[in-house]
């Protein structure tokens, strides 16, 4: 048998706010604002997103937005150009991406 490979797909989109905690399988893109807890493999937030978390356990994070608070992430924590990142974060890999003009 072949590798079995998740291709759940969640948004939170503009609009929309939650707060309380978030457990996901697949990949995640926060577009609108979050303020809890995250848990699950793959999250991304989008330039738009806002993310306000005492604790977020994932697998791979990508922050183009805001983040605040406390993350864990076993395999990578990227942070784009457009994205910011405050508080305690616990990771494998740290990866910083620019823009070169």
Not at 59 to 64: C, D, F, L, R, Y
Not at 66 to 95: D, R
Request: charged share 25%; hydrophobic share 40%.
């Amino acid at each position: 048998m072949g590798k079995k490979t998740s291709k759940n797909l969640s948004i939170i989109d503009k609009e929309l706010k939650i707060e309380g905690s978030i457990s996901s399988s697949g990949k995640l893109i926060i577009k609108g604002q979050v303020t809890g807890t995250i848990e699950g493999d793959v999250v991304i937030i989008a330039e738009d997103g806002l993310v306000n978390s005492s604790a977020t356990k994932v697998s791979s994070i990508t922050i183009g937005g805001n983040f605040q608070g406390e993350v864990t992430a076993t395999k990578e924590l990227i942070i784009l150009s457009t994205g910011k990142c405050a508080g305690k974060v616990e990771c494998k890999t740290l990866l910083l991406r620019t823009v070169v003009f």
